[in-house]
Nanobody, 125 residues
Framework: QVQLVESGGGLVQAGGSLRLSCAASRRTFSGSKKAWFRQAPGKEREFVAA????????YYADSVKGRFTISRDNAKNTVYLQMNSLEPEDTAVYYC??????????????????WGQGTQVTVSS
């Protein structure tokens, strides 16, 4: 499994921006697909965005399209989530995930094998 460590969470006002980072501890990072999920209090974990091995294909949940951007730097073994125009509804713990499986058009957490510990994002109104 790939070990993942998220960073970059914090408290931000509505309309602000944050960039999350997810670093892998093994060089196999470059061969796996990556994704971001989030879980708000009292809710199930939900898909946010995913990116292919090369970075050429990305997937987004409808709720974040046009506001969030996923990217990766394979040389640095790191994947990013740039979050703009944040809303209070974006408040959640954000998790990085990795998989070697073929992703469906609408990935779920069952499609991923490795997970980070999560980083808290809080958006105040």
């Amino acid at each position: 499994q790939v070990q993942l460590v998220e960073s970059g969470g914090g408290l931000v006002q509505a309309g602000g921006s944050l960039r999350l980072s997810c670093a892998a501890s093994r060089r196999t990072f470059s061969g796996s697909k990556k994704a971001w999920f989030r879980q708000a209090p009292g809710k199930e974990r939900e898909f946010v965005a995913a990116i292919s091995v090369s970075g050429g294909t990305t997937y987004y949940a409808d709720s974040v399209k046009g506001r969030f951007t996923i990217s990766r730097d394979n040389a640095k073994n790191t994947v990013y989530l740039q979050m703009n125009s944040l809303e209070p509804e974006d408040t959640a713990v954000y998790y990085c995930a990795a998989t070697y499986r073929v992703l469906p058009p609408a990935p779920t957490d069952a499609d991923f094998d490795s997970w980070g510990q999560g980083t808290q994002v809080t958006v105040s109104s």
